[in-house]
């Protein structure tokens, strides 16, 4: 079965410090896309970042970056210079080529200190 | 620009009772999905469509119907609701059908059935 595991419920970090969600994923398949998505205290979903297992070229998004591992079945995101408008829920989902399914991990909340 | 509007944002079910929640795009999106997301858990995808007049059921179809008259709106109808169905609801759209560049989410209703 196709998962996505998010090992850390909560996580905290200083602000302007940097901090690393981690994500892994099973599957058998070859050619999918990986996404880290936020959800702030208002709810809705945002997009953050997106890879194409494809590339081997890792992600980046002004602060935010990510760590693909393909053999490791890993896709950490890596926040830097965190600011108090990036505590939220972050969700890992994972979607196989050619299918209309995400399958999301359970979430990591992302507390930012002052 | 609206991306996807949900309504309503909060609502209040007796068990037994029925009710549609609204979705509706303005980016003239084809693929549209429906969530729901339970406390501590990722989203489960309930129902999807690939075009108007064109549905399918996801992972948890159960208690839900759906139908795609406009290639705008995209409507949940829940039937005879069950303590089972309090959850927040998501509806998301995206320009391609494989969601390789993301879904544009709703900023969901949150459902309680008492």
């Known amino acids: 079965a196709q998962t996505v595991t998010q090992s850390q419920p909560e996580m905290s970090v200083q602000e302007a410090e940097t901090v690393t969600l981690s994500c892994t994923y099973d599957t058998s398949e070859s050619d999918y896309y990986l996404f880290w998505y936020k959800q702030p205290p208002s709810r809705q979903m945002i997009l953050v970042i997106r890879?194409?297992?494809?590339?081997?070229q890792n992600a980046t998004e002004n602060r935010f970056s990510v760590n693909f591992q393909k053999a490791a079945k890993s896709f950490s995101l890596k926040i830097s210079d965190s600011q108090l408008g990036d505590a939220a829920m972050y969700f890992c989902?994972?979607?196989?080529?050619?299918?209309?399914?995400?399958?999301f991990g359970t979430g990591t909340r992302l507390k930012v200190l002052a | 620009n609206a991306g996807v509007t949900q309504t309503p944002k909060f609502h209040i079910l007796k068990i037994g009772q029925s009710m549609t929640l609204q979705c509706t795009q303005d980016m003239n999106h084809n693929y549209m999905y429906w969530y729901r997301q339970d406390p501590g858990m990722g989203l489960k995808l309930i129902y999807y469509?690939?075009?108007?007049?064109?549905?399918d059921k996801g992972e948890v179809p159960n208690g839900y119907n759906v139908s795609r008259s406009t290639t705008e709106d995209f409507p949940l109808r829940l039937e005879l609701a069950a303590p089972s169905q309090t959850s927040v609801y998501f509806c998301?759209?995206?320009?391609?059908?494989?969601?390789?560049?993301?879904?544009?989410f709703g900023s969901g209703t949150r459902l309680t059935v008492v």
């Open positions: 989902a994972y979607i196989p080529s050619g299918t209309y399914k995400y399958i």
């Open positions: 998301a759209s995206s320009y391609d059908g494989q969601g390789n560049y993301g879904y544009t």
């Open positions: 469509s690939v075009g108007a007049g064109i549905t």
């Open positions: 890879q194409e297992a494809y590339k081997q």
